[in-house]
Antibody, heavy 127, light 111 residues
Framework: QVTLRESGPALVKPTQTLTLTCSVS??????????VSWIRQPPGKALEWLAR???????HYSTSLKTRLTISKDFSKDQVVLTMTNMDPVDTATYYC???????????????????WGPGTTVIVSS | QSVLTQPPSVSGTPGQRVTISCFGS????????VSWYQQLPGTAPKLLIF???QRPSGVPDRFSGSKSGTSASLAISGLRSDDEADYYC????????????FGGGTKLIVL
């Protein structure tokens, strides 16, 4: 069974760095075509895509947040880690990770969509 | 401000057919596949449609997706009360170094 689960601090102070972990099971994020994305949702607002890391370590970031984000993989722990620097109260949100599988080399790149999501972890930014 | 534009809300009565639109541009909807997600209150989003018009196993055929140019649509037929949820479209955007973009979400109200 494919599962993802987010973990991290529930409360961070402004200007601090947030580190979130996405623990995966039931699949290998080194399998060709397999990627993991991070998405967030402020209370009462829309989904916002943050970053994606692909099986071959290719990385993509939200244009508006790329200077603050780093996504990486920890193969030994089957985890994908997202760090976000200089946290602000507007970053208060539920943060999700999701699996997405793609097929490169086609035009356009074929996508199977974000087919499995974690339950999300809520992060509040407050002093 | 979301990159993809969706109506804030749509409504319908049980048994009706409703559509939710998603407007983008040449760099996203116009040139890439669209996916749709359903989010029930207090839960994580669920994939409804991928590759513009494909349903994952387990998603009823009451849900269908389509695209024309830079706009995409999700249609829900035989509306049920438990379809009441938020719906989001998403697509890859080729501008700059590439990124996924979401719509602002549409609240479906079943009257």
């Amino acid at each position: 069974q494919v599962t993802l689960r987010e973990s991290g601090p529930a409360l961070v102070k402004p200007t601090q760095t947030l580190t979130l972990t996405c623990s995966v099971s039931g699949f290998s994020f080194s399998s060709p075509g397999t990627c993991v994305s991070w998405i967030r949702q402020p209370p009462g607002k829309a989904l916002e895509w943050l970053a994606r890391i692909d099986w071959d370590d290719e990385r993509h970031y939200s244009t508006s947040l790329k200077t603050r984000l780093t996504i990486s993989k920890d193969f030994s722990k089957d985890q994908v880690v997202l760090t976000m620097t200089n946290m602000d109260p507007v970053d208060t949100a539920t943060y999700y990770c999701a699996r997405i599988r793609i097929v490169r080399g086609l035009i356009p790149t074929y996508s199977y969509g974000m087919d499995v999501w974690g339950p999300g972890t809520t992060v509040i930014v407050s002093s | 401000q979301s990159v993809l534009t969706q109506p804030p809300s749509v409504s319908g009565t049980p048994g009706q057919r409703v559509t939710i639109s998603c407007f983008g541009s040449n760099s996203n909807v116009g040139s890439n596949y669209v996916s749709w997600y359903q989010q029930l209150p207090g839960t994580a989003p669920k994939l409804l449609i991928f590759s513009t018009n494909q349903r994952p196993s387990g998603v009823p055929d009451r849900f269908s997706g389509s695209k024309s140019g830079t706009s995409a649509s999700l249609a829900i037929s035989g509306l049920r009360s438990d379809d009441e949820a938020d719906y989001y479209c998403a697509a890859w955007d080729d501008s700059l170094s590439g990124a996924e973009v979401f719509g602002g979400g549409t609240k479906l109200i079943v009257l």
